[in-house]
């Protein structure tokens, strides 16, 4: 009987099942806002998986009763902040939901694309990005999305506002990073992916 | 110099300012999100936490634990390789 010292032996076994039960309950979550976070799906499914790993090695940690999506979102955006310091995620974003229309506002002639929303999103500084995330996207309070980020209140109300702005500006203006034209911003996105292609990190062939 | 320029006549309630009228596209937000919500979970996922979990010992089955009987562990003993 050798008793190697396991990550979360202090929990009972029901703890233990209803742990594992809860995070795979998040899963799904979990993908949705790290899709958001950094655009490409595989990139964002790595990210998860990331997340479980410490979760799994963390969960004498977890409190029973309290949100395990919040908790885990405190580990997701925690590793996607990590990795984008090591510039894996930038100017990425998921062209798959290109085709999805979103709306046809009263008064405009063009629709606006889930794929236009997502890559105005993606063009965001990353703490708004997730704050608009967590609170547009997500569902959660203000308070709730504040813990997750571990800032203050009106710090996050003011990101999901700047955040919301910045949106509705670029979606009235058309003024969103597009592959097809060469204006200004698709310009920077564009040499943006260059620089990631260039570090080894990029997408091969798209088209 | 409390100035209360209302432009839109907006008026939250709260007095936060951040939220202010949801914009048109924010339902768009939350169906990006729900559609990866939606979708069916690969099954690596279910995977690894079933590693993690049997990693940790605990294993499906309780019970059957005994080991030992008889040849326990397969000696490699025997032929060596000498190369």
């Known amino acids: ?207 | 110099m409390a100035s209360n320029h209302q432009r839109s006549g907006s008026n939250g309630g709260g007095g936060d300012g951040a939220q202010r009228r949801p914009p048109e596209w924010a339902d768009g937000l939350k169906q990006l999100y729900d559609s990866v919500v939606e979708e069916a979970l690969p099954d690596n996922f279910k995977d690894l936490l079933d590693r993690l979990d049997e990693m940790d010992g605990g294993g499906p089955s309780p019970g059957s634990n005994d080991n030992g009987q008889g040849q326990g562990r397969p000696a490699p003993d025997g032929r060596g390789n000498p190369a």
């Not at chain 1, 202090?10 to 655009?39: M, N, Q, Y």
């Not at chain 1, 090591?86 to 085709?99: I, K, P, S, T």
């Not at chain 1, 310009?187 to 798209?206: F, K, P, Q, Y």
């Open chain 1, 1 to 207: 009987m050798s008793d190697t010292g396991s990550p979360g032996g202090s929990l009972s076994p029901i703890d233990k099942a209803s742990f594992k039960r809860e995070l795979t309950g998040v899963v799904p979550h979990l993908r949705a806002f790290a899709r958001g976070l950094c655009g490409r799906p595989d990139l964002a499914d790595d990210l998860v998986q990331e997340t479980m790993l410490k979760a799994w090695a963390a969960q004498d940690r977890f409190e029973p009763g309290t949100s395990m999506r919040a908790w885990t979102f405190v580990i997701l955006r925690n590793a996607y902040l990590t990795d984008m310091r090591r510039n894996r995620f930038r100017g990425e974003y998921d062209e798959g939901v290109a085709e999805r229309i979103l709306t046809a506002p009263a008064g405009q002639e063009e629709p606006i694309h889930l794929s236009d929303l997502h890559r105005a999103l993606l063009t965001l500084p990353a703490e708004r990005r997730e704050a608009l995330l967590l609170v547009g996207a997500g569902g959660f309070s203000y308070e709730e999305a504040a813990a997750i980020c571990g800032c203050a209140v009106g710090t996050i109300k003011s990101r999901v506002g700047r955040a919301r702005a910045a949106l509705s500006e670029m979606l009235a203006n058309g003024n969103i990073p597009r592959r097809s034209t060469d204006d200004d911003i698709a310009h920077r996105a564009i040499l943006e992916e260059l620089d990631t292609v260039a570090a080894g990190n990029g997408v091969s062939s798209r088209g």
